[in-house]
Structure formats: C-alpha cells, structure tokens
C-alpha cells in the first residue's frame, strides 16, 4: 500500500523531462523494484511519478560502430538473456543474472540501477569497468559522461530535474571481464561486489586493467590505485598478492551502524574477491 | 485522479478505474476477488504474489495497476482447464509439495513461468527460478520434485 | 491400512488452486480495515495523546487510545488456572509503551489508506523512560524497571530444579569443564502474516473472532478475561492458516478488534499486519545465555551438570515462564547426571518480547548442552558418539517434570545416524577444512505432563447412508494433521477415506482443545478420534450382530461393509445399520473420544552434519544433514520428511543466516532483503531418517516431529566446524564475519 500519488505516462523523451521539471515532487519510474518499495516505507512519496515505460526508443540492445548501446529501460532479465551481451560483455550478464529473483530481473531495468544509486549496486561495477558511458538528456539537449563520474554519494546522483538517463554506451575495447559477488545466502543484496575488465596477453602481460567495486565506500569506486599497479606488468602471484593489500587499503568502507560488516572484514574481503577476480579473468584467457 | 484501464485476467477482459496508488495485486484481490494470490511481504521479496504478465513471471506486488493497463495476467485461478488440474497443481498434489499452502500459488505461478519458457529444465534451473519465492515451511526439495514430475508430464502433451 | 501410507492431503486441491481461504481472504461488504501506531521508544511514558484530527478524516470510523479501553490486565499466551505463575502485564492498550512497536493507538477506517493517514494524525506526547536492553543488565536492581507490578529486578521468572548436589559432584570429578553460550534472536517468519477479523454484534452483545491463530480456545480464553465477556459469547474461528511456527501460539490483536468494532457500530473490523510488523510486533525466539559447568570422570561419567540460564524475555512475559520450564527439561532429559542443578531466570527488557518459536527454547538450551558436551569429548580425546551412548537416557530412567521414560529409541537414532553418517570411518579421514559433527536433541509431544494439562476431544458419526464425519478442533497449521486423524478413523472403522468427510470444529462447538503447540497435535488429535471412531464402531457392530444374528466378535467390517467372518456372504452396508439405528433404536450413531494421555511420548533424534569452511570468507558451506527421528509410527511419511526437512532448514537458519538485530531496541532489518532466511539456492542436502518402533497400538505413541529436527543442528555445525578447522564458536549465528575472525586469531585465514 502507497500513499496518494498521481501519475502520468508520456510517450517520448522531451515529455517527460517537461513533467518532471515543472512538478518538483516527482519521480521517474521505470521497472519499480527500487523507487516502489522506498516509497512502502515513508509517509511521504512523491506527488507525481512519471512512467516512463511507454517511451519506445529506450528498450533497444543495439551494437553501432563497435560500441554497445543500451537503452535505459532495458530489464535486468534482458541483460541476463542477451545474446550480444553473453557473448562479448559476460561480466554484464553474469551481474545481472545474479541480481535479485527472477521477478524483480523482469521488471527492474539497468537504467533504474545505475539511478538508484545503491553503492552496492551490482551492474555498477562491470558497467563502470568496461568504461561505459552514460547519456543524459535534459530539455535543453543531451550530454554524455562516464558512469564513474554518474554518482555523488548513496542514492545521489548528478542528474538534475528534467533530466533522464537515457542510454549506457559501452565502447569497443579489447579484453576479458570478471563479476564476483559475495552474499551469504541467494537473492541477497551483496555484502560486496567486483568487475575487473583486463587485456591480458597470452604470456600474462597486462596491457589494460580496470577494476570497479561496489559497496567498498560511498559509491560504487574505480579501484585506480590498484590498476595502476598491475597496468603494463606481467601479472605474477605475488604482484596479485601485492594488489590485493593496495585494494584493501584503496577502499572506502562505511563505518555505519547499519552496515552488516566491520570495515576490518570488508577490507579482507576486497582482497579476497580482487585475486579471485583476477584468476578468473587470467583462467579465461588461457 | 482515476485512471480506466483495460485488463485481460485468466482470458476474461476487465475494464477498471483505478486509483493510481493500487497495486495490481490489490487489484486482483479486492477488485476482482481473485484472492488465490497472496499478500506475504508487499516489498517483492517473497513472492508469494506473482503472476504472470504478458507471459513473464512478476511480482504483482510491485506492479502499479495503471502499469498493467493493457496487459494480459494470469493468476493460480487461471490455471484449471475444463475442470482439469493443470499439471503443476497435479504433481504439487501428488508430490506434497506445500505444507500450510501460502506460497504455493506463488510458487506454481513462478515454476509455469519458468516451463513456459524452458520446457525442460534441470534442477539447477528450477533452484534458481524459483529463489524468488520464499516457503517458511521450507520442503524444498519436495517442490523440486514436483515441478520436474510436471515438465516431464507436459512434454508428453 | 491408510496409517503409514501417503495419500494426497484433504486440503490439497484446495491449496494449489488458490481456493484455501485464509484469514485475509475473508471479506465481509461493510468491512473496515485497521491499523496500528506503534511507539518509536523503547521505553516511555505517554504524556498526551489527541486524536481529534485523525477522527475528523473522512472514512475514519473508530479511533481507540489506552483511555478508551479496560482496565484488566492479562497475558496472551494465558492456557489455564495452571499458568498461575503467569504475570499478568498486558493491556489491551496502556499509557506505556516498553519497546519499539508497542501498541499506542489503533484506527479502523473504509480503507487501510484512510487508516494509516489516520496514524500520522495522532498527536503523541511521549516522556521517555531510561531502557534496558541486555539481560544481565536488566536484573542489576538499579536500573529501569519495566513491570515492576508484577515482577523485581525484571525478572518474570524463576525455575531452580534438580536433585542430588553438584558441588559434591564437582568433587567427585576427575575433570571439570565450564563454558558460556549465548543465543540470539529468530522470527518466525510465517509466510501469512497475523490477521483477525472481529465482529461486535452490539444488540445480543455477542463477539465472533476470526483469527489466525494455532489456538482458538485460548483466543477465546484471553478475549474474555480483556474484554470481561462470559466466554459463551464469544466464538473463535481459525480459517486455513499460511504457517504458525509458534508466532500464532497466543492472542495479538483480537481484542483490540474487537473493541474496534464495537465503537464503530457492530460493523466488522479486519487488522493485517504489515512483513514490517510481523518482524517489529510480534515475537521472536529467545536470546539465552548459558553457563555450564560438568565434573566428569576418567570413564566418561557425567558426575555433576550445573547450568545457569538467562532467557530474554523483551518486552512482555507472554509464554516466557513456560520456555524456561520447558528449558530445563531439555537438560534434564537428554542424559543421566549423578547430581544435576538447573537454576534459570526469565528476564524482562525493552526489547521485541520473546515467545513460542519453533523448538520452544530447544535449539538455545540444545547449543549450550550438545557444544558443551561435544568440547568435553574432543579435549578428552573421547568419540563423541561413543561418550553419548554411554551416557544418554533410556527406558525405565525417572526424570523430573515427564516421569518415567518409555518407548525411547536415541540409542539406535545415534546408531543408525552414525553408520548413515559413516562416521568411524569419515571421521579419519581428514580431508582438508572438511568436518563433521554430530548432536542429540529431545522434545517433547505435548506440553510437558507435571506442568500442563493434557486432552482433546473428538466426535465421529456415522450419517444414515454410511458417510461418516469426524469432528476435531485440532487446529492444522499446515503440517497436514487433518488428513492423518481421518487415517486413523478410516483404518479403525475399515473404511474408504473418500467416505469421511473432516469438520475442524471452532470454538462454538465446545470441543475443548489447548490448540497446536508443543507438537501435540497429531498425538492427540489421532487418539481422541480413534476412541470416538471406537465408540461408534461398538454401536454399529452391535446393531450389526442383532441384524445379522451373530455376535459381536464375529462380525468384521471390510471397505465399509460389515460381514460374519465365517460366513462372509451374510453381509450389511455401514449405512444399512446406521440407517437401523436412527430410525428403528431411535439412536443417534455417534462417539465421542474425550483423550487424556497417560505418559508423554518424548521424541529423540540425532544429528549429523558435514560441511567445509571457506578459509578466505569464513563462509560454511552445509555438504550434508542427516537428521535422524524417533518417531514411534509415522502416520504420514512423507509428511514426516517433509517436516524433518524444512526444520532441518530452520536450524541452518538459525545457525548461520537469520537474526533479528536489535540497536537500542531497534531492529535493523525488518524485511526478507535484510533478514537471511534460506531460498531454493541455499538449502543442503537433507536426509531425513524416521525410527519407527513395532509397538502394538502405534498411534497411542505418535511422537512429535514438527520441531525436532532444528534443535540440534546448531551443536553439530559447531562440532563440525571444529572438526573442520579447530575453532570454537560458543555464540550464534556462526556468521562468515565470526567464524574469519576466529580462524584469524589462530592464524588460519587464506586469502586465495
């Protein structure tokens, strides 16, 4: 049961951008699973949610000049089911296989995601490791920036009224991915997650490496210290070894009350997941 | 303000005006008194509520009414045919696969969603499809069972 | 013979077609809905309430605040005069609330919206009161007191039992061992959450409940005593209920309905509680904190068990004074002591108040006693199987509390499990952070017989063209209870199930039941029938033996049809004779079973688990359960199976994910999200092993088995763990986190 809200369901991209700037209590709502059950828990919800369903151009999985396009409104099922995303983007549908249950998959959308801004979001960090980019438009035309730079804090983001995620855009780019998450029971938000995309040569030379976790700190992190270290090296157990101490300090873990682990834990977690990563990536390549 | 909308439930068309604070599930239980489909957590975690919608498995919990204008739905009420059990309800039966009841509608909704899609699935697949509904009462196992009984079943239709 | 063979359940169809109707299916058309404002303090003093805006909101009917009701304090979880050592602190609502999400005030209204609008329009003027939330704390003299009319130092109760004397024991020892154990909250979770429906007719003042509920009687029993009503005008109705596991053993909100509906005009009010409620509101398990201190010989020998317990009670007594009872017989029963001291205390704080949960103190009292034991025999270097058979109870033994100990099979469950298990021959093989434990348990069937009364009643008859009804109040919960007390009639009267049709009789009908709880249903349920199905059998052979002109003893009735043995052709329908009886004896064809059992038939089991550590996380993963069950006849197997399973799963549960956490009274994870309990992809593999005994007349000792299996999964995990890895975890859950942080203080931590 909600509270009272209105609602409307525009069909294009500039409509709704409209509504949502003229009605400063509204939100979007794409697949529901986020912004529905937020809005169970507090006497006051937005007056307006504006249903952005019905706006066709943002449901397409698309590869245009080498780089992946996907619609924000495309469901977290699509994801785990798209044969482009299987193939060549594994870490992607990995992620989104994993989230939540198959109800939620149906109807939750990668747009709604990556705008929830959850730090622990789990297609945050294979998003963020394969560079993706994000489209933003607004009633004064569109912009695009990488998803790293998409989040401010727990639940912020830069998007500002009238302005809607409209597309991820992942650019072609050498390389094999790892998605690790670590949950103590299924179906479970994770305690931590971990998205490593690397160019890794057949004699184990690293070319290229980025590493994105979530729930490390406030928002889902690009672990750039750590790339650092392992970017033009030849990948060894003890460089591995070496890199999982600089991710653990490279973390941001909260301190809060709330949070289901200690800092301490959270710290050794990275480590673990880093070097599982990484293995795993280095296994696809042999 | 009232929205009217438009539903197909179990093959019959409904047209509704609705508040757009009502859920679908609200919907399917007050308004059409479908009440096979159960009320068990309201935040889509346990899927005691799903449904399916336009052939997908939903949590009808987290789906707003207006949302489903348009939609074709199908709840546990759906599922007999002239009088005849539908093959899931028939090996949740003959595999005692529910205990105090509450989440199989759910669960059945859940396992035709799946089979719909997957005629043949493997168990690893069933667990997984099925992680979306919680049973308190928790015989698994047995609810594995029953839902391999019924695609073996179905492939003989 | 339908005893001992599975057939599909009574309430099958029904259930998988969405037809069962549970307690929020049922809708009346002048129906208002209710809700609750709950306190956001742990402990306060309500200076002010007003609620004159939320009665002004359109749609609102009855606004209800602690001035608007009795003055009569009672308990919910009250079963009886016998519960004398019950306090009495509950009002139906009161100017203090003492955890957070006690009842402040309630509103019925045309809709829950209007309703709960309704709550954030009651003005609330609280004074906060200093709160305690730890045990220990609690029963220092200075601090806050919660109900000090009924209680000092907090303390709702105090059970101290035993015989011999310990510390003499102590000195007779070659070894001593002392250990402490905390436990930590659980919820029931049921996947129905707590409803009631009340309908006040205001001109014959009389009151009809609908409630989800394991215990209608007592429903009736405590809406009485709240409301000061002649029980006569009070009726209990439980529709199909959606799980109870204890969480529906007492009253919740059935008066606060009631009187709901009696301000608002007669008209019927329904309360559905929110998951947030049933998580906030309702009742937990105990947390439990234990100290054991064991002298023991060089052979083995238990001299002297000495344990100190502490349960949380939160907020209310409630079933609290029993649970600790009931916790010391755990020890108590499970194996001979030369000297043995129980000395136990039921504690108040302003916490969520802890009530009956699946296992009812077992599985805190079960970790305490069984890792106890468990560390004895691994420092001793003593097998723990071959450590427990020398010391476990057996027949004949005298305990406290049950009395003598009959028909009791844990020597061969330890047994069975151990070759099940193969646990000589795995246990040396060492494979690498592979473990395996094992763990007794007792429970009981039935509330245990020198604390609670003991009986039920049954009606069968048999209708002129030889349908037959069974009436029980047997409340089934959903284990299927129903469908095997129509076994036992069928196969008593010799006929098809298909003929008997089952009638679960609600309160009107006056046929006495304490409810489901303890695991006495089935025992109960099938013994009251069977002495019914007895009586009318008596009655129809000996009309048969007048029609037939033969005796008694020579009929016998085959698939409904009564027959001369030697002379099977002279023959006469069931119907037949009852149709002669009604209409030529101008009888009605009727047994009534009233069962009063004589003994308590305690059921034992064993334990085995076998799991592997994840060095990196600390992560357990659950490799295999063998559950093993001293059930005397299972009258369903499969059902049996079914609940070996499930509670088997409850223990891993208990063990490793779920907990309710609390910060200053708070909990933090209201929800399924934040609240672990296992799904599809977390459930081991289970092998339930049911111990049957040839005993003449099964059924008189059909032992309960709804609870037992989750006792003594979290010792044996425990066990296990050490066995894997030589850490001991002495508090629950084995988390990842605690069980890393332990190997990390041995230096056992991996990284890859």
């Known amino acids: 049961m909600w509270r009272k809200f209105e609602y409307v369901r525009p069909e294009t991209v500039n409509e709704a951008c409209k509504i949502h700037f003229e009605e400063s209590s509204s939100a979007f709502l794409a697949g529901g699973t986020d912004l529905l059950i937020q809005m169970k828990r507090v006497s006051k919800v937005p007056k307006l949610l504006i249903d952005i369903k019905n706006i066709k151009e943002l449901k397409q999985i698309a590869i245009e000049n080498g780089r992946l396009k996907i619609g924000s ?4 099922r699509e994801i785990e089911k798209s044969d482009i995303i299987t193939q060549k983007f594994n870490l992607l549908s990995t992620a989104a296989s994993n989230m939540g249950s198959v109800q939620i998959r149906n109807r939750g959308t990668v747009g709604g995601n990556i705008c929830n801004a959850s730090p622990g979001a789990d297609m945050l960090p294979p998003l963020i490791a394969l560079g993706a980019q994000v489209k933003i438009t607004g009633l004064d035309g569109s912009k695009t920036l990488p998803l790293e730079d998409f989040f401010k804090g727990p639940g912020e983001t830069v998007l500002n009224r009238g302005q809607i995620l409209t ?27 971990i998205a490593v995309w690397a160019d890794i040569t057949e004699d184990g030379f690293c070319k290229d490496i980025r590493i994105a976790m979530g729930a490390a700190g406030p928002k889902p992190l690009r672990m750039k210290t750590t790339e650092e270290l392992l970017k033009d090296r030849r990948i060894t ?29 959270r710290r050794h977690l990275s480590k673990v997941l880093l070097i599982q990563a990484i293995n795993s990536v280095i296994g696809g390549n042999r | 303000m009232k929205f009217q909308i438009k539903i197909n439930v179990n093959g019959k068309d409904y047209e509704l005006l609705v508040e757009p604070n009502l859920s679908l599930l609200d919907v399917l239980r007050e308004k059409l008194k479908l009440t096979g489909t159960k009320r068990g957590c309201e935040e889509g975690e346990c899927g005691a509520c799903t449904v399916i919608m336009d052939g997908k498995a939903v949590n009808s919990c987290l789906v707003l009414a207006v949302e489903a204008d348009g939609k074709k739905i199908t709840t546990i009420e759906g599922l007999e045919e002239n009088g005849e059990l539908h093959p899931l309800q028939k090996a949740f039966i003959d595999y005692h696969a529910f205990q105090c009841g509450f989440c199989t509608p759910g669960m059945i909704m859940t396992a035709k969603a799946l089979l719909d899609e997957n005629p043949h699935p493997t168990e690893e697949d069933i667990k997984r499809a099925i992680a979306g509904n919680i049973c308190r009462c928790a015989d698994y196992t047995n609810i594995i069972k029953a839902i391999m009984a019924a695609s073996k079943s179905i492939k003989r239709i | 013979m339908y005893v001992g063979k599975d057939i599909p359940r009574i309430d099958a169809a029904d259930k998988v077609t969405g037809k069962a109707v549970y307690l929020d299916d049922i809708n009346f058309p002048d129906m208002l809905f209710a809700k609750i404002l709950r306190s956001p303090y742990p402990h306060a003093k309500i200076l002010k309430i007003d609620t004159r805006e939320a009665e002004k909101l359109p749609g609102v009917k009855a606004v209800l605040t602690h001035k608007d009701v009795p003055k009569i304090p009672f308990n919910s979880s009250y079963r009886g005069p016998f519960h004398a050592y019950y306090p009495f602190d509950e009002y139906i609502l009161e100017d203090k609330v003492r955890f957070i999400g006690d009842k402040v005030a309630a509103v019925a209204a045309e809709d829950p919206l209007i309703a709960e609008e309704a709550l954030d329009l009651i003005k609330v003027e609280y004074q906060p009161l200093p709160a305690v939330f730890d045990p220990e704390e609690a029963m220092k003299s ?59 007719d205001l001109i014959k003042n009389e009151l009809t409940v609908w409630s989800s509920t394991q215990v209608p009687f007592n429903v009736r029993r405590v809406l009485s005593i709240a409301l000061d009503m002649p029980i006569s005008k009070i009726r209990v109705i439980k529709p199909t209920i959606g799980g109870g596991f204890g969480g529906k053993d007492e009253v919740f909100d059935e008066p606060l309905c009631a009187l709901l509906s009696k301000k608002a005009g007669g008209r019927p009010v329904k309360i559905c509680y929110s998951r947030e409620e049933e998580f906030i509101a309702t009742r937990v398990r105990h947390p439990a904190i234990y100290e054991l201190k064991t002298g023991i010989k060089k052979d083995g020998t238990i001299t002297s068990l000495h344990v100190k317990a502490i349960l949380d009670g939160g907020a209310y007594a409630t079933a609290s004074p029993q649970v600790l009872r009931v916790n010391a017989t755990y020890f108590m029963n499970l194996y001979r002591y030369l000297n043995f001291k129980f000395e136990g205390y039921a504690v108040y704080t302003n916490c969520i108040p802890s009530g009956a949960i699946r296992g009812y103190g077992g599985p805190q009292a079960h970790f305490a006693l069984e890792t106890h034991l468990n560390e004895i025999a691994q420092e001793l270097g003593l097998d723990p199987v071959e450590f427990r058979l020398k010391n476990i109870r057996r027949d004949g033994d005298e305990v406290p509390v049950y009395g003598k100990i009959l028909g009791c099979r844990l020597e061969d469950c330890i047994k069975i499990g151990a070759e099940k298990a193969e646990w000589h021959k795995k246990r040396r093989e060492k494979n690498k952070d592979i473990g395996m434990g094992m763990a007794l348990h007792t429970h009981t069937t039935g509330p245990p017989p020198r604390i609670a009364p003991e009986t039920t009643t049954a009606i069968v008859s048999i209708s002129e063209d030889g349908s037959i009804t069974l009436i029980s109040p047997i409340v089934d919960v959903g284990t299927g209870t129903a469908t095997s007390i129509m076994k036992v009639v069928a196969d008593e009267l010799s006929v098809p199930i298909e003929k008997i049709k089952y009638v679960e009789a609600d309160t009107s009908s006056e046929l006495f039941d304490y409810g489901t709880f303890a695991d006495r249903a089935n025992f109960n349920g099938c013994n009251a029938a069977l002495l019914a199905a007895k009586e009318v059998k008596k009655k129809i052979l000996q009309k048969a033996a007048k029609m037939l002109g033969s005796s008694m003893e020579n009929l016998e009735i085959v698939n409904g049809v009564i027959r001369i043995k030697s002379s099977p052709e002279k023959r006469l329908p069931i119907g037949d004779v009852a149709k002669a009886i009604y209409f030529e004896e101008r009888q009605p064809v009727i047994g009534v079973g009233e069962f009063i059992p004589e003994v308590n038939p305690m059921a034992w089991g064993a334990t085995f688990v076998k799991l592997k550590v994840d060095r990196r996380t600390g992560k357990i993963n659950i490799l295999k359960i063998i559950s093993v069950h001293d059930v005397t006849k299972a009258v369903s197997p499969e059902q049996v199976r079914s609940q070996i399973r499930g509670c088997a799963i409850w223990g891993v549960g208990f063990s490793l994910y779920e907990e309710v956490i609390l910060r200053n009274g708070k909990m933090l994870n209201p929800t399924f999200r934040d609240y672990r309990i296992c799904r599809s992809l977390d459930f081991p ?15 008189l000792f059909v032992k309960g088995v709804g609870q037992n299996a989750l006792i003594s999964i979290a010792p044996a995990i425990a066990a296990a763990l050490y066995d894997a890895v030589g850490i001991r975890i002495r508090e629950t859950p084995m988390t990842p986190e605690k069980v890393w942080m332990a190997m990390k203080d041995k230096g056992l931590v991996e990284e890859e």
């Open chain 3, 685 to 699: 593999e289970i092998e339930p092993v049911i111990v049957e005994a040839e005993v003449d007349r099964p059924e």
């Open chain 1, 237 to 265: 157990e003890e460089l591995v070894r070496k890199a999982a101490d600089v991710i653990s300090n490279e973390i941001q873990p909260s301190t809060r009350e709330r949070a289901r682990v200690s800092p301490e834990y």
């Open chain 3, 142 to 200: 200075n601090g806050p007191q919660i109900h000090p009319e009924v209680s000092s130092k907090n303390i709702i109760s105090e059970w101290v039992i035993g015989w011999g004397d310990v510390e003499h024991g102590f000195k007779e020892a070659d070894y001593i061992f002392e250990g402490r154990y905390k436990t930590h909250r659980q919820a029931h979770c049921a996947m129905e959450t707590h409803g009631s429906i009340a309908k006040y």
């Open chain 1, 167 to 193: 597309e991820i855009i992942i650019p072609e780019s050498r390389g094999k991915g790892a998605f690790l998450k670590y949950t103590v029971t299924s179906v479970q938000v994770a305690i931590m997650n």
């Open chain 1, 73 to 76: 409104l495309v469901t977290l």
